[in-house]
């Protein structure tokens, strides 16, 4: 494969992991264009870049979804290639074409392999034939009712209900037996159908409690694959991740390697070339089972990038350009522990309801150790029309104990004001006896968090002692009425009102 440059990068996304790119590339002497809607105009990414360039009005069907606009504006500014970060268009297999067709490079995997790892029915199809462990379950998608509930009973309840297009929990139904099935199977497929327009589904066993362990993979057009170890992305709430950390507490260098090596062969299947991160259940046995790829950088990339030293958006870049991969296997090692924080505008004390405003505050930590990836500043607004993250805190230490430590001091540090967000919910997870010892799942935030944890400690114990008196209050108000009944029945049952008031009944 011949060797190109890439000159000029057009980064067809927003937000914090925009700016992100257009770091790399600016350290690798690459010049950068923006794109952006009416509610970006402003933007801190917009700013950053050598170049920006109108999309259109901020709902992303009108702007940042537009990928032959797009196209036109790398053909009219001579642009070499586009990246396009997580999210938007950065797994539509027609995108990628498209750039191909017109000489730009795209900055990812081939539109084969986001098809065929887009499919959760083909992907498992794909990775079975090289071995890879799957959760029982079918391996072609179905829409007969009738059928798939046939399919169920023969797996045996729970089982999970996903569309095959699926993703981010839409499309997804737990059904704990058969009288329950139809309804939920028909629930899932409507809404497959009108979240990706495909309503078949594919049933597997229902893993009840599993973590979320995912391998971190990078791939060139050389036939080289290496896995970047794991991250535990357990911590979620509506099937999204809160808090992620690699690497993980519970994963011994045997089982590291039988999970890495496995990813390596979806690769294999995939014939993926770029970043791309191999999603695994893991259960309470330690048994690990395939449950999807992600053909694109992952949020939670930079937990990698501070446990390998590596700068994966380079690596992304060079491979685009031609080139091998800088590392091998056997140079890879894990340098200590690093944890991460999505720092959303969300109120966690109310069912993490998504909250909007302006920052009226908004200062971010610093120090050894501590990275902060956003694109937000003071009076800056968040937009209703796309994702809510404000920010990712990221934190490294030598060992996972030092990086909790670290990770509780930086969010004491943070000050944002003006919305609701996940900061306080992060130092509560820190505190959390169960994330400290490793012992959580994907359960966590069900299991163990109620949003009267996040009251400050004195309204907190101001409550626990208003409840404590309202009880007392009312414990003596019932024994005073009892005792005030009994007084009262026993004197009236010896006088002629209380036989005469009787015999009236």
């Known amino acids: 494969m011949s060797i190109k440059t890439i000159k000029k990068v057009l980064v067809a996304n927003r937000g914090e992991i925009a700016i992100r790119v257009m770091r790399t590339c600016r350290e690798m002497g690459i010049k950068t264009v923006a794109v952006y809607s009416d509610a970006d105009r402003n933007a801190l990414h917009v700013r950053y870049a050598d170049e920006a360039y109108y999309l259109g009005p901020p709902p992303s069907r009108e702007s940042y979804l537009l990928g032959d606009k797009i196209i036109d504006i790398c053909k009219a500014h001579q642009v070499d290639a586009v990246h396009p970060g997580y ?9 990628a074409n498209a750039l191909t067709q017109n000489g730009i490079t795209f900055i990812g995997p081939s539109a084969h392999s986001m098809d065929l790892m887009g499919s959760k ?35 045996g309840f729970p089982v999970l209900i996903k569309a095959s297009a699926g993703g981010g ?9 058969v009288e329950e099935f139809e309804s939920q199977m028909k629930m899932a497929q409507s809404e497959a159908l009108s979240s990706f327009g495909d309503d078949s589904v594919f049933i597997e066993k229902y893993v009840a409690a599993p973590r979320h362990i995912e391998i971190q ?19 979620q709430r509506r099937h999204q991740k809160l808090v992620e950390e690699a690497p993980s507490a519970v994963l011994s260098p045997e089982l590291r390697k039988q999970m890495g090596e496995a990813a390596v062969n979806v690769a294999k299947a995939a014939k993926y070339s770029g970043a791309g ?28 990038e501070l446990i390998t030293g590596l700068d994966l958006v380079k690596e992304q870049i060079r491979v685009a350009e031609g080139h091998p991969l800088s590392f091998t296997q056997e140079d890879l090692t894990i340098n200590g522990h690093a944890l991460e924080l999505r720092i959303c505008a969300e109120d966690p ?15 971010v930590p610093q120090g050894p150790g501590i990275r902060v990836d956003d694109c937000m500043e003071e009076g800056m607004e968040i937009p209703i029309y796309y994702d809510n993250m404000i920010a990712k805190l990221i934190v490294w230490a030598d060992t996972r104990e030092n990086a909790i430590l670290k990770m509780k ?13 996940t900061l306080q919910f992060g130092s509560w997870v820190m505190d959390n006896e169960h994330f400290i010892k490793g012992n959580f799942d994907t359960k966590f935030i069900d ?28 414990s003596q108000k019932k024994q005073a009425t009892q005792a005030i009944n009994n007084n009262n029945t026993s004197s009236d049952k010896s006088s002629d009102w209380y036989q005469n008031r009787r015999s009236l009944r």
């Open 87 to 95: 999210g938007f268009l950065s797994e539509r297999s027609e995108f």
């Open 121 to 155: 029915i083909a992907s498992k199809q794909a990775v079975a034939d090289f071995g890879v462990p799957l959760v029982p379950g079918l391996k072609e998608a179905i829409v007969d009712v009738e059928a798939a509930k046939i399919v169920a009973s023969e797996i």
């Open 169 to 177: 929990g839409k499309g997804m139904r737990i059904v704990n037996n």
């Open 217 to 235: 993979l990078m791939a060139d057009n050389h036939g080289n694959v290496c896995y970047l170890f794991e991250r535990d992305c357990s911590i």
């Open 277 to 304: 991160t191999v999603e695994f259940l893991l259960d309470e046995k330690l048994n690990f089972y395939f449950l999807e790829m992600n053909t694109r950088l992952q949020v939670e990339h930079p937990v990698t």
């Open 349 to 363: 004390s109310n069912g993490f309801l998504p909250d909007i405003g302006t920052l009226t505050t908004y200062r």
């Open 409 to 421: 001091r930086a969010i004491s540090e943070y000050k944002i004001s003006g919305v609701a967000n």
């Open 447 to 474: 299991n163990y968090f109620k949003p009267e944890y996040l009251l400050p400690e004195s309204n907190q114990i101001l409550e626990e002692a208003l409840a404590i008196v309202a009880t007392h209050v009312f």
